[in-house]
């Protein structure tokens, strides 16, 4: 069975930093794109931030600012995002997704496995 895990969310006060983790199992991701989605209420699913499988990162620079940080241990199998400098804006349910094609990555209806999601709340 595929899954992806996530851990890491709570609530934070505004400045403040959290690590997500995501483990995934149930097949080899080693040749996987991953990234991170967010959803905040109301709104769409919007990508964070994607690493291929090459090691290429891109960010969705509207919603990161230079403020988040991808990486990947793949003797873990987990995926990282580091959080720093959060914000209000920033409070949402993230999601770790996984996809052979990276570029499916930047779009959430083309994603082929998710996580449950992690609730990350920023309070003022």
């Known amino acids: 069975q595929v899954q992806l895990v996530e851990s890491g969310g709570g609530l934070v006060q505004n400045g403040g930093s959290l690590r997500l983790s995501c483990v995934a199992s149930g097949r080899d991701f080693s040749g996987d794109g991953m990234g991170w989605f967010r959803q905040a209420p109301g709104k769409e699913r919007e990508y964070v931030a994607v690493?291929?499988?090459?090691?290429?990162?891109?960010y969705n620079t509207d919603a990161v600012k230079g403020r988040f940080s991808i990486s990947r241990d793949d003797a873990k199998n987990t995926l990282y995002l580091q959080m720093n400098s959060l914000e209000s804006d920033d409070t949402a349910v993230y999601y770790c997704?996984?996809?052979?094609?990276?570029?499916?990555?930047?779009?959430?209806?083309?994603?082929?496995?998710w996580g449950q999601g992690t609730q990350v709340t920023v309070s003022q």
């Open positions: 690493l291929s499988r090459s090691g290429s990162i891109t």
């Open positions: 997704a996984s996809d052979p094609r990276a570029s499916h990555l930047f779009y959430a209806r083309t994603v082929t496995y």
